[in-house]
């Protein structure tokens, strides 16, 4: 089975700008969790969805917004970016079932200038 | 608040010798708890898992052990390899509560396994 696919896996953006990162979780995946790492707050939960609606939020701004589709696709977009977004996301997805372990895509490496 | 910390941020064991990687946890309502290995700009790697319903869990070189009435959990890893060294994070969900697939992280440690 293919992993967790993420895309794109660089952006440079600048200041107010808005962004849309994408992630395609494994097949038969129906949870999609989004993280953000920064080396001064380590891994954050950001949100999970689930049959495209979210189950689960962290404490980010609602500038973190997030949306999954029927095909279990989700993406998460950052609007107004601010310097502080730099970061790599994070995106994994979990199978249907009990105690549920995650896998984790690469990541989209966020450079906000 | 930090629910689950890593307290040791690096550790250094010789090729062949064992890893001890230690998490602690203050949140009672977590139940299910992994460890993950990153590299630089990679994502998370899953190694293993524990549910509380148990104390130790092995699988192949790796071992975890839960104590539940301390909170506390260990990664080993037996015979350490140079391939091992790595930033180490343990996590931890509260799987039958409403946040049930959230991870909390701890902070990592990272590992380095000299030839």
């Known amino acids: 089975k293919a992993g967790v696919t993420q895309t794109p896996r660089y952006l440079i953006k600048t200041r107010g700008q808005q962004v849309t990162l994408s992630c395609s979780p494994i097949?038969?995946?129906?949870?999609v969790s989004w993280y953000q790492q920064t080396p001064g707050q380590g891994l954050q939960f950001l949100f999970e969805y689930f049959s495209e609606t979210q189950r689960n939020k962290g404490n980010f701004p609602g500038r973190f917004s997030g949306r999954q589709f029927s095909n279990s696709r989700s993406e998460m977009n950052v609007s107004t970016l601010e310097l502080g977004d730099s970061a790599l996301y994070l995106c994994?997805?979990?199978?249907?079932?009990?105690?549920?372990?995650?896998?984790f895509g690469p990541g989209t490496r966020l450079l906000v200038l | 608040d930090q629910q689950v910390k890593q307290n040791s941020p690096s550790l250094s064991v010789q090729e062949g010798r064992i890893s001890i990687l230690n998490c602690d946890y203050t949140?009672?309502?977590?139940?299910?708890f992994l460890w993950y290995k990153k590299y630089p700009a990679e994502g998370p790697t899953f190694l293993i898992s524990?549910?509380?319903?148990?104390d130790k869990n092995e699988d192949g070189r790796f071992t975890v052990f839960l104590n539940k009435s301390a909170k506390h959990l260990s990664l080993h890893i037996v015979p350490s390899q140079p391939g091992d060294s790595a930033v180490y994070f343990c996590a931890a969900s509260a799987s039958v509560s409403a946040a049930g697939n959230k991870l909390t992280f701890g902070g990592g440690t990272r590992v380095l396994v000299k030839p």
């Open positions: 524990i549910s509380s319903i148990k």
């Open positions: 949140n009672s309502m977590f139940d299910y």
């Open positions: 097949s038969g995946h129906r949870s």
């Open positions: 994994a997805s979990s199978p249907p079932g009990g105690l549920k372990t995650q896998y």
